[in-house]
């Protein structure tokens, strides 16, 4: 081993390579702002303080824009928005409706039927559209089965993330660490070339999703699994002597404790008033209000008016009359990356307004064990929140059929148009190029995004709102600290350090050591993250070892894919915590084992297959 000196922009971007783990661990900080600042700092630092060597610029500050053309970048990109069309179109229908049926027939063997093929689906596509597609299908088998849904979709979510793991495009974490190690002069992979290596390892790891981890997760309640409608319309009839009679509008509101939502004021049959804070309320006037029968109650007494149902003006709500809720049902409505509620305030997307649902409750998918009541539209929203909504059906089927939000109402009704199979046909010719060598992947995935809003299986807004910033930036950012770390020398610095540090070990128990390292960061920290800083380094390591440089590049894929032991450890483990009642607990009692399996298999097939 050749010494490898350290100088001050290496220890530099060292020092910000931790930073950055540490803000992309802050949930408070938006990631692509995190993102952002990194690059920011890194573009600023070697601009203003050069890095030479011989007098001669070896990393220039525009070196670091380089992630934004990246061919893993433009192939991330690409595969989003092919993927949004298999979504929209609804050409995964016949797949959801054959695994519905399963599920009504025999829970046991549908519950492996749908591992299976969540884990082939998501090699070929995000596992977020999978999740998000199986979700609604095990929330209504679990109502019509009676069987505890949280048995079923943490191992569901799981299962998705090992299948995404065993082709080239199966997630973004995969195409990066190819797309970097490409870069740095190592051969470049095939679309199935670990496909062996993944159906060993993840074929155990299935058994035991299947078989053990229903055992171990305890029998949780759903979160928000209330069917009982708690907001009810109703009419305040104001009477003479009371009150309200005389008052404005906003004395009456306050007399109500600012609670009271009007939703609309009408005078005679045919004169509706504007609801402004001056209004002068009249006997005979009719208050349009929504909230809880006690509430409602309240107010009535408050006000010394007379609560009628909303659609029965003759009888006053009393024991004989009591308060009806007019068809009105509950939904959940989870919170995914790129819906229009991600991000935003209920106030600034206009949700009431555009859906005609009321929202109830919110459960954090960062802090499941409060529940949010009260004015919610000022809180913003994250993905895997989930908001308890209520509404008619017709709303609540308006809603779903939208296609822009996931709601899991416990019925299996999923978009589909004419389009499906051609985006299916389209889906199929993008993995065959690739997989042929017919085309490199980010070419065929780009031919097959042009081929998709040709023909209409996608629109432009779906296709932009398929593309996420924040894993855009965390990509840009991580392609940005590798290459700062290569070309310092950090990234041989700390290969060296590693390889010192174990070199009583043979080479496999190297690599296996590397990849625990790599699945321990990437629960911590973005799996892309882990994966853009931890491919140069084990390139170094397999390079200071003298051995060939491919197990150690899939060491660090597989162990950055290994995100099962957090909620937060990847983007569908959000979304399952929150639709199955889970507590962070639960991720541990089920992803430790299945983190410990899924490393002692690729610790032994990884150096059998390549002989070290």
């Not at 793991?165 to 797309?179: A, E, H, P, Q, R």
């Not at 660090?556 to 290994?562: D, K, P, R, V």
């Amino acid at each position: 081993m050749q010494p490898i000196s350290l100088d001050a922009h290496g220890v530099a971007v060292l020092i910000l390579t931790v930073v950055a783990l540490f803000l992309f661990t802050r949930d408070r900080i938006p990631l692509e702002s995190s993102s952002l600042t990194i690059l920011v700092l890194l573009i600023a630092g070697f601009e203003l303080f050069p890095y030479t060597r011989d007098g001669v610029v070896v990393i220039k500050s525009i070196d670091f824009f380089a992630g934004f053309g990246s061919e893993a970048l433009v192939a991330i990109c690409a595969l989003m928005m092919v993927g949004k069309a298999l979504e929209t179109t609804g050409a995964l229908q016949p797949l959801a409706t054959i695994v519905g049926r399963a599920w009504s027939r025999n829970p046991v063997l549908a519950l492996l039927a749908t591992l299976i093929a969540g884990a082939i689906l998501s090699a070929f596509m995000n596992n977020t559209p999978i999740v998000v597609l199986l979700m609604p299908i095990l929330v209504g088998a679990s109502i019509r089965s009676k069987f505890p849904v949280s048995e079923v979709m943490m191992p569901m979510g799981l299962a998705t993330i090992i299948g995404g793991m065993s082709t080239t495009i199966g997630t973004s974490t995969n195409l990066l660490v190819v797309g970097i190690a490409q870069d740095m002069g190592q051969h470049t992979f095939t679309l199935f070339e670990w496909v062996l290596p993944v159906s060993i390892v993840g074929g155990v790891a299935i058994l035991f999703l299947w078989l053990v981890a229903p055992r171990l997760l305890p029998d949780r309640t759903p979160l928000m699994a209330d069917t009982t409608p708690r907001i009810f319309s109703g009419q305040l009839h104001i009477k003479k002597g009371g009150f309200a009679d005389g008052s404005t509008l906003s004395e009456a509101l306050a007399k109500a404790d600012g609670q009271m939502r009007v939703d609309k004021i009408q005078r005679s049959e045919s004169l509706f008033l504007a609801k402004l804070p001056q209004v002068k309320l009249q006997p005979g006037d009719r208050l349009f209000v929504k909230d809880s029968p006690e509430n409602l109650k309240h107010y009535e007494q408050v006000l010394g008016a007379t609560l009628y149902n909303a659609e029965d003006e003759e009888h006053p709500v009393d024991d004989e009359f009591p308060l009806e809720a007019g068809g009105q049902q509950l939904a959940e409505v989870v919170v995914t990356r790129g819906s229009p509620l991600h991000l935003r305030t209920l106030a600034a997307a206009r949700f009431s307004g555009s859906y005609g649902l009321m929202p109830l409750a919110l459960h954090r998918a960062r802090a499941p064990s409060s529940q949010i009541t009260g004015d919610l539209n000022t809180i913003r929203l994250r993905a895997g929140d989930v908001l308890l909504v209520q509404g008619s059906r017709e709303a609540i089927n308006h809603l779903k059929d939208s296609g822009s939000m996931l709601v899991l109402d416990g019925t299996t009704d999923l978009p589909q148009t004419h389009h499906a199979k051609r985006a299916l046909t389209i889906m199929a010719l993008v993995v065959a190029a690739a997989a042929l060598g017919i085309l490199p992947i980010a070419v065929s995935a780009v031919v097959g995004l042009g081929l998709m809003l040709v023909t209409g299986c996608l629109s432009w807004r779906d296709a932009v709102g398929a593309l996420s910033i924040p894993v855009i930036m965390i990509i840009v950012a991580s392609l940005a600290l590798g290459k700062a770390l290569l070309g310092t020398g950090m990234a041989d610095y700390i290969a060296m350090g590693f390889v010192t540090a174990t070199s009583a070990l043979p080479p496999g128990m190297i690599l296996s050591a590397f990849m625990l390292l790599m699945a321990l960061l990437t629960n911590v920290v973005s799996n892309n993250a882990a994966a853009a800083i931890g491919t140069p380094i084990a390139i170094g390591i397999a390079q200071q070892l003298g051995v060939p440089a491919d197990p150690f590049i899939l060491a660090t894929l597989f162990g950055a894919n290994m995100s099962f032991a957090t909620p937060y450890g990847y983007q569908t483990n959000l979304l399952i915590l929150s639709a199955g009642g889970y507590k962070f607990t639960d991720f541990l009692r089920v992803g430790i084992p299945l983190t410990v399996i899924m490393w002692i298999g690729f610790s032994l097939v990884l150096p059998a297959l390549y002989s070290l």
